[in-house]
């Protein structure tokens, strides 16, 4: 079974500062991809960053990049030039390649990121 | 604005009352999801539609039905429910179902409270 930690509860940035949040995985597989989601106060989860197992390049997505460490396990999210709306619960999610119907993500359990001005 | 619509906003319900959370989405999308989230923690999978067949039953219980009309409709019917069933209900949907170039577009959720 494939499990998904993110071991900081709760984390705070100074606006404009550099954050980075983690995120490790446990998985046999060796296909797969891995996401970060924001939940902002309005609820919604929003897709921030996607990577895929098999791709030694990290993401990014303007202020949003991660570092993947396939074989550590490990998908952190840095976010540069902090800003107020960034200020969000942060989830890390898992999905193997080939999962057929019962594919599904499998979400860590979350880090609350507090943008201070 | 979310390209998928959840109503109502907000719900307050007896036990014994039998009410329905509506979600709705024009992509063009053919999987939509139910999830329960309570506070602070990861949303909980319960049910996956897809091409407007049942394929996920996370095991939830039968006072919670799910119902998808159409591709672009799913309904969660809510019947005798218990306290703790009170959270967050999130509907997502995706091109195709357990796909990874298929990304999740979430709704902006219904606060149900069970009195």
């Known amino acids: 079974a494939q499990t998904v930690t993110q071991s900081q509860p709760e984390m705070s940035v100074q606006e404009a500062e550099t954050v980075t949040l983690s995120c490790t995985y446990d998985?046999?597989?060796?296909?797969?991809?891995l996401f970060w989601y924001k939940q902002p106060p309005s609820r919604q989860m929003i897709l921030v960053i996607r990577?895929?197992?098999?791709?030694?390049q990290n993401a990014t997505e303007n202020r949003f990049s991660v570092n993947f460490q396939k074989a550590a396990k490990s998908f952190s999210l840095k976010i540069s030039d902090s800003q107020l709306g960034d200020t969000a619960m942060y989830f890390c999610?898992?999905?193997?390649?080939?999962?057929?119907?019962?594919?599904?993500?499998?979400f860590g359990t979350g880090t609350l990121l507090a943008v201070q001005p | 604005d979310t390209e998928v619509t959840q109503t109502p906003k907000h719900l307050v319900m007896g036990m014994t009352n039998k009410k329905s959370l509506k979600c709705e989405q024009h992509?063009?999308?053919?999987?939509m999801y139910w999830y329960k989230q309570k506070a602070k923690k990861p949303p909980e999978l319960m049910f996956v539609y897809s091409y407007e067949k049942l394929s996920i039953n996370e095991s939830v219980p039968s006072r919670f039905s799910p119902e998808c009309p159409n591709s672009s409709l799913l309904n969660l019917h809510l019947h005798a429910l218990q306290p703790e069933d009170s959270a967050l209900y999130l509907c997502?949907?995706?091109?195709?179902?357990?796909?990874?170039?298929?990304?999740?577009?979430f709704g902006n959720g219904t606060r149900l409270t069970v009195t």
């Open positions: 997502a949907s995706s091109q195709s179902q357990g796909a990874y170039n298929s990304p999740l577009h």
């Open positions: 992509m063009g999308h053919r999987a």
């Open positions: 999610a898992f999905m193997k390649q080939y999962g057929g119907a019962t594919n599904k993500l499998i």
């Open positions: 990577q895929e197992a098999y791709k030694q």
């Open positions: 998985t046999s597989e060796n296909n797969y991809y």
